[in-house]
């Protein structure tokens, strides 16, 4: 089979940077898949500009490939009866869509049965490309979409030339009423802003006038720009992961360029610097000697012999967002952190307003105080009461910068805008800190607050959220979470994991539930263990082992999926637990509520013995930890066995019989107090 290079170029006007990212590897993926679909397997490059979409292949199939289709139909004797072909016979034919004469025989398994098969002839690649490329395009699924002209088709931005070509040839497609040709465009601003590309040509053309394909080498273009800035100047640029994927996707011709602002927007603090330049004009922030300077880089697109006017239009800009800024920043310092307004602003219909979260976050937060004060004391130093009074302090101001005037232009710096004014204004440092980490973490890797007393205001905050939306209705489902409940129990529980506190669902549900109308608490607590499930991230009897053990606490509830983990995942843990279900299994019909006497007296063999001994030693000792327990109960594997092969627990003796099981069921009771053993699958 004979092969071409094909290249093909969607140019379009200019794509929207994070739509784009966010599906670039299933559009370079995609291609490969349609053709697969179309029996035209090759390799292939994929790249793309803000104005271009561009697929390259050096071995580009002319033909399909043909393809091969064999159908088996009936057994001979079911296709045939007294040498008349019956009804399976006749539906099989139809089905391969010929006269039942031209069915042919052969053998599959030890029946001959009725065969069929045909070729389906490969086509000219050029005749399927215009199809295949429609269904590429149509597999973007960039989000909101748009129409132009009269067209009913739709794309992410307006389709404006396309370049098709099989090695010299230009291929006859039409998409979006836009016919094919071997003209390319340039960049908007080089001197030929467009012209005809071969394969070979095509990337050199390009760079010509002022377009750089490769996205990887866009990148390395801006990377050295800024390595040189800093390097003449000084300085250290933050390079942003995001930001420079973003750069990258909205450039043709890169180019770094170093501006400035008045020294006097420092008095700011640097995230709002910060987050005018990179989410509003994708600058880079600038830093000497480890503080923020007033310069940024700006990385321009523009192909100019003068530079400088770039700088000068990019610091233009940015002063008056700057400016609006500070104007802000000195009228929220003059009114002072006030939650005055919040009864205004609706939380969820059926919880009320912002006030009323606050109120309720209060009583949560005296509850939890109540649990962890000794902890909190001894931590801080400071008084019960001090420690208290600071807590509720901090609820109360946390959501206060909700009514600022920063938050309200930049409402990514909610909780942080309250930390500085609160610094600002003389507030604990533990209260100022708290309102900063109130939203912590924001997901399943982010950054947990610094210390247990924020963290108690940032749990208050995250169950009552949890809490009143359960008691409204608003239960996440499937995919659905729209108010990320999911997150704020994996928030709860990577707090009481990482500080080693405790966090006792059942006692949390009888406490909190008289703060909210009356709901279905069994619903949230299922919800709670299916995060823990998904959490643990390890062999799923091993929770379901610990978690029927009845233990609510969940940090104990980790503490003892990871100890009876590191036990399952041992290389002899098969061998170990078939003795120990034996052992579940023997306990079965015994009451575990119940005192579980053993007789010594009734001791008939010397197993029975060494084997109450050695379960007395094990219990009569104390473990730092819950795998050194689960160790010395498991250590008992060899006694138990030896006393399965010598003793007969049941027995025709009824006390003896009884005595025995207790002592059996005792050893699963001491399992069953850190997990069941029985729920455990190898």
């Keep these: 089979m004979s092969n071409a290079k094909l290249l093909l170029e969607i140019g379009v006007e200019e794509l929207p940077a994070i739509p784009l990212l966010k599906i670039l590897d299933k559009i370079e993926k995609s291609w490969g898949e349609i053709l697969k679909k179309y029996r035209l397997n090759c390799d292939y490059s994929f790249d793309y500009t803000p104005r271009r979409l561009t697929i390259k292949s050096e071995n580009f199939p002319l033909m399909q490939e043909d393809k091969v289709i064999e159908l088996f139909g009936p057994p001979l004797n079911i296709a045939y009866k007294d040498n008349k072909p019956t009804g399976a016979a006749i539906g099989f034919a139809k089905k391969c869509g010929v006269d039942i004469n031209e069915l042919s025989t052969t053998t599959k398994g030890k029946s001959e049965v009725l065969y069929y098969k045909s070729v389906d002839k490969g086509v000219e690649s050029q005749k399927l490309i215009e199809q295949m490329v429609k269904e590429w395009l149509d597999s973007m699924s960039f989000g909101k979409m748009m129409r132009w002209g009269d067209l009913k088709e739709e794309f992410i931005r307006p389709i404006r030339w396309v370049v098709a070509l099989l090695d ?97 927007f420092l008095e700011l603090p640097q995230e709002v610097i910060i987050t005018s330049m990179k989410e509003h004009q994708r600058y880079f922030p600038v830093f000497k000697d480890e503080k923020l300077a007033n310069k940024f880089v700006v990385v321009s697109n523009a192909v100019t012999d003068d530079y400088s006017k770039i700088v000068a239009g990019n610091e233009k800009v940015l002063r008056p967002r700057l400016e609006d800024a500070l104007f802000f920043y000195h009228n929220d310092l003059k009114r002072g952190l006030s939650t005055d307004g919040l009864e205004l602003v609706q939380f969820i219909d059926g919880l009320g307003s912002l006030k009323d979260k606050i109120e309720r976050e209060k009583q949560i937060v005296e509850i939890l105080f109540n649990i962890y004060k000794d902890k909190l004391v ?45 610094k600002a204004l003389g507030e604990d440092d533990l209260v100022a800190l708290a309102i900063k980490e109130q939203y912590m ?6 950054e947990l607050p610094s210390n247990l007393f924020s963290s108690l205001v940032a749990m208050s905050i995250k169950l009552d959220t949890l809490f009143g939306l359960f008691s409204v209705g608003q239960i996440p489902t499937g995919s659905r979470d729209p108010f990320a409940l999911r997150r704020a129990v994996n928030g709860l529980i990577r707090i009481a994991t990482t500080y080693d506190i405790p966090l006792d669902i059942d006692e949390l549900i009888a406490k909190l539930k008289p703060i909210y109308k009356e709901f279905d608490t069994n619903t949230l607590k299922s919800f709670i263990i299916e995060r823990i499930n998904k959490l643990a991230r390890v062999n799923p009897s091993v929770v379901s082992a610990v978690l029927a053990s009845n233990e609510s606490d969940i940090n104990e509830i980790f503490k003892k999926i990871d100890a009876l983990d590191k036990i399952v995942s041992s290389k002899d843990a098969k061998e170990l637990f078939t003795t120990f279900k034996r052992v579940a299994n023997i306990s079965k019909n015994v009451d575990l509520n119940k005192e579980l006497k053993v007789d010594e007296s009734l001791f008939e063999k010397a197993e029975e013995k060494e084997l109450y001994n050695a379960f007395k030693d094990v219990t009569n000792k104390e473990y730092s930890n819950y795998k050194e327990k689960l160790d010395a109960l498991f250590s008992l594997k060899p006694i138990l066995d030896n006393y399965f092969d010598n003793v007969m627990v049941n027995t025709d003796d009824a006390n003896l019989k009884q005595n025995r099981q207790n002592l059996i069921a005792s050893i699963y009771k001491a399992f069953r107090d850190i997990a069941d053993i029985k729920e455990i699958s190898i």
């Design 378 to 422: 001894e931590a801080f130093g400071k008084s019960e009461d001090e420690l208290k009074e600071l807590l509720i302090r901090a609820i109360n101001l946390a959501k206060a910068d909700l009514m600022s005037e920063m938050v309200y232009e930049f409402t990514e710096l909610q909780g942080l805008m309250g930390y500085y004014y609160a």
């Design 168 to 264: 010299e040839k230009v291929i006859p497609i039409e998409l979006f009423n836009v016919k094919a040709s071997n003209q390319s465009h340039f960049h908007r601003f080089a001197p030929n802003t467009k012209g005809v590309v071969s394969y070979e040509d095509y990337e050199e053309k390009l760079k010509e006038n002022s377009v750089i394909l490769d996205s990887n080498q866009r990148e390395e273009i801006v990377l050295d720009g800024i390595k040189e800035l800093e390097q003449e100047h000084n300085i250290e640029v933050e390079k942003d992961r995001a930001l420079l994927n973003e750069v990258v996707a909205i450039t043709e011709y890169p180019k770094a360029l170093l501006g400035s602002f008045d020294e006097k």
């Design 441 to 446: 973490p924001t997901g399943d890797n982010a």
